[in-house]
């Protein structure tokens, strides 16, 4: 059996168990690891060896990120079952680690294996820690869970604010292997404070919090924004590090909490976990690839006709055409498990929601509306990974300026360093594309600070020129939302709890979160109609569009699990919150498919690229059919408010 803990025997920080600390620090570190690679992974499928388009690109990032929401599921009942959530946190941050490194491989046979790896890593590592969390505290202090469990998501979101600012800005700036390399650094880091002896941990977490902060200090834009974001993330970074060192010079982590159920039968079957684990990799790398690697010319293998969607897409009807899309990217390996996942288990909790009392019964139905809307929000919200860093990339303007070619200019040469600033213009015959400028990248990689000879012309006039430390890399915007979670997340707690009973409903949160999510789209759609000449938007409308995502995201994201856990029958409460899990993943799927619509590059050989004024149409427009189908989904959930409030019977003892 497992050992039993004593909650009072726990030495506290700021009156929480030191405990908790570690675990801040540690999943700091993973989240760090994880958002880092992601910041990173579309740009590397586009503009590294893969050569990728974007819809193949899209394609296995949709495959990827949603196995990764899948795996926890898993990974959660091996570690009631066998290993325990701490041996399964160590064991999925090894598996998360070797990933990481294996990215730095150039080569496919080391890409998707390196995915997998993530993906069955992420599996034992994501729900685990959390339940640890949990455990530190007694079923009494809901008020000191509640709060630990903030702390916690600051600690999330810190990791996430901290990765594309260094292993975005250092993968694009240095290279690829050495973004991935850091996110591989920040893995191990984090799994030192469980393995690692006390003294040796502090020191991990000491050293790894300096070299964060001395990269964030030195490795960045030269412009007064950038300089601002990162300092605010470095203190952050190093005040997490000091409550660390002080929660292990305490006491850290009890050794009791997060234990094995047995330890026979962690004798008995954790070598069959990791055996098993490692079994599967290859499988999850052949979903995630599409079975691509087995194709000749590398596209992903349909399981149904392909007759059937060449025949759709044919179509004149845009229904028709945006049907074909979803069929085709549905019969891949990686869309018919989650659609039959995601089948089964509705059909189930239908099932056992028809045989429960009428009390019970009309909560599960909630539950399951607001499973529904979460897929419609996630799958909007997640364009920031895939669309929203394309069109950052390619049409929102990101350089600080030194100066603007004028008449003199013209007819002269200059030399230069080249910069999103030329895109759209002629360097004497040639006109520069995205492909051109990753090109030039590419073969100066070893000299970041490479200039070349610009032939001015008439219509260079307006152009202006900066140094590449100007430019402030596409990925490193990823930082927005969790800098923003950090600035806002204690307001919104704070609002809640002050509104009192005037606080709204988790419905109606639920709906308030889709509306400011069609806000956030709509700005970037107005930011593309007012674009240049040229096709360039203003970095105002991203940072707007940024904030409402995150403002819908904090409306909705917090209330979504504790909902789950209130709606559910205590015998159905895992399946639940499995099928929360699965709802993330299949609209992590989903996202990947609504991405497909802004789809501008072409890949096979070499990426084909437009300027930025033919391609901010092609953005703005799915932007705003997506501004109006999350307003659209927020108008059907406050119709619905008042029924959902009567269904959740909160006057009501939970039954079991």
């Not at 620090?25 to 590294?48: H, N, P, Q």
């Not at 891949?332 to 659609?339: E, S």
């Not at 260079?460 to 430390?469: D, F, L, P, T, Y």
Request: hydrophobic share 50%; aromatic share 14%; charged share 15%.
């Amino acid at each position: 059996m497992k050992d039993a803990f004593d909650y009072d025997q726990q030495s506290t920080l700021f009156g929480h168990p030191t405990g908790l600390f570690t675990l801040f620090f540690a999943e700091m570190w993973e989240r760090f690891s994880y958002y880092g690679m992601r910041s990173l992974l579309v740009f590397y499928m586009l503009k590294g060896f893969l050569g990728y388009g974007d819809s193949q690109a899209y394609e296995v990032y949709g495959a990827y990120t949603s196995l990764v929401y899948m795996t926890p599921f898993f990974g959660g009942m091996l570690a009631d079952r066998i290993l325990g959530s701490r041996l399964a946190v160590v064991w999925g941050g090894f598996l998360m680690a070797a990933g990481h490194g294996l990215m730095g491989i150039e080569h496919e046979m080391a890409f998707f294996p390196a995915l997998a790896l993530i993906i069955a890593g992420n599996g034992f590592f994501k729900p685990n820690i959390s339940t640890m969390v949990g455990e530190l505290y007694p079923a009494s202090a809901k008020a000191r869970r509640d709060g630990g469990f903030t702390i916690f998501y600051m600690g999330i979101n810190l990791g996430a604010a901290m990765s594309p600012l260094l292993c975005g800005y250092i993968g694009e700036t240095y290279g690829w292997h050495k973004g991935f390399g850091l996110a591989t650094i920040g893995m191990l880091a984090g799994i030192a404070v469980f393995v690692a002896p006390t003294v040796i941990a502090q020191l991990l977490v000491g050293l790894g919090a300096l070299g964060g902060a001395y990269l964030l200090l030195f490795e960045h834009p030269d412009n007064p924004y950038s300089t601002a974001i990162n300092v605010f993330v470095m203190l952050a970074l190093l005040g997490s590090a000091i409550a660390s060192c002080w929660a292990l010079s305490r006491g850290g982590l009890p050794k009791a909490v997060g234990g094995p159920p047995g330890k026979e039968t962690l004798k008995r079957h954790g070598w069959k976990v990791v055996v098993g684990t490692l079994a599967l990799v290859p499988v999850i790398s052949l979903l995630v690839s599409g079975f691509s690697l087995f194709t000749a010319d590398g596209t992903s293998v349909s399981l149904i006709a392909p007759s059937i969607t060449e025949q759709l897409a044919e179509s004149k009807n845009a229904v028709v055409q945006v049907l074909a899309v979803v069929v085709d990217q549905i019969s891949k390996p990686a869309g018919l498990i989650l659609m039959l996942a995601g089948l089964t288990s509705f059909v189930y909790l239908m099932r056992e929601s028809l045989r429960m009392d009428k009390v019970p019964r009309e909560r599960m139905f909630v539950a399951l509306i607001l499973i529904f809307f979460s897929i419609l929000f996630w799958s909007f919200f997640e364009q920031a990974g895939s669309s929203i860093s394309n069109f950052t990339d390619r049409n929102v303007d990101r350089v600080f300026a030194e100066r603007t070619i004028g008449p003199e200019d013209v007819g002269t040469t200059i030399r230069l360093q080249p910069t999103q600033e030329q895109l759209g213009y002629l360097d004497g015959d040639q006109q520069v594309a995205m492909d051109l400028l990753t090109e030039w990248r590419k073969e100066n990689e070893a000299d970041p600070d490479f200039t070349i000879e610009w032939q001015v012309v008439d219509g260079n006039q307006g152009m202006q020129v900066a140094e590449r430390v100007d430019e402030i890399p596409a990925s490193t915007f990823q930082s927005v939302n969790p800098i923003f979670i950090l600035v806002f997340g204690l307001v919104f707690a704070w609002l809640w709890t002050s509104l009192g009973r005037f606080e709204p409903s988790a419905p109606f949160k639920f709906a308030l979160g889709l509306l400011q999510l069609g806000l956030g789209f709509l700005a970037l759609w107005y930011g593309a109609e007012t674009a240049t000449e040229r096709g360039m938007v203003g970095l105002e409308w991203l940072f707007v569009g940024y904030l409402f995502h995150t403002t819908g995201e904090l409306c909705l994201s917090p209330v979504g699990l504790s909902m789950m856990t209130r709606l559910s029958p205590k015998r159905l409460g895992s399946t639940v919150m499995g099928t929360w899990f699965l709802a993330t993943a299949f609209s992590q799927y989903l996202a990947a498919i609504i991405s497909q619509f802004t789809g501008v590059s072409h890949g096979g050989g070499e990426t084909t690229i437009p300027i930025p004024k033919e391609s901010v149409d092609v953005y703005g427009d799915v932007f705003f059919k997506i501004a109006v189908a999350s307003s659209i989904s927020a108008f059907f959930c406050f119709l619905l408010v008042p029924l959902m409030k009567k269904w959740m019977h909160e006057d009501v003892a939970v039954e079991d």
